[in-house]
Nanobody, 118 residues
C-alpha cells in the first residue's frame, strides 16, 4: 500500500491550504484514515481522523479551523486547513489503518511540509 500526500507549502498566517492523500495498492477493509503532524523537535501527533463509519476526531488545537474529509470511491483523504497559525507549521503525514480478520496494518505517506509564516 502506498500513500501519496500533497498540497503543502508556504502560507501566511490566516491563510488556507488543502492537503490531499491518495492511497493505492492492496488495501483491505479500511478502519480509519487520518492526518498527523510533526514539528521540529516534537513528536508526531494526531491532527484529525475519520473512521470507516464517518466519525471524525480532531486535535483541540485545530477544532473549528481544520476539516477532514474522505472520498471512499478513490481511497482519498483530504484536510482543509483554514485560519492557519505559525504553530501549525509541521510536516503533515497521512495514515491509513486497515484490517483483515484479526490483522491490523498501519501505513504512512511520505509527508508534506506546511510552513505558516509572514
Amino acid at each position: 500500500v502506498q500513500l501519496q500526500a500533497s498540497g503543502g507549502g508556504l502560507v501566511q498566517p490566516g491563510g488556507s491550504l488543502r492537503l490531499s492523500c491518495a492511497a493505492s495498492g492492496k488495501i483491505f477493509s479500511i478502519v480509519r484514515m487520518g492526518w498527523y503532524r510533526q514539528a521540529p523537535g516534537k513528536e508526531r501527533d494526531l491532527v484529525a481522523s475519520v473512521t470507516n463509519t464517518g466519525n471524525t476526531d480532531y486535535a483541540d488545537s485545530v477544532k473549528g479551523r481544520f476539516t477532514i474529509s474522505r472520498d471512499n470511491t478513490k481511497n482519498a483523504l483530504y484536510l482543509q486547513m483554514n485560519s492557519l497559525k505559525p504553530e501549525d507549521t509541521a510536516v503533515y503525514y497521512c495514515n491509513l489503518r486497515d484490517r483483515l480478520f484479526n490483522s491490523v496494518r498501519d501505513f504512512w505517506g511520505q509527508g508534506t511540509l506546511v510552513t505558516v509564516s509572514s
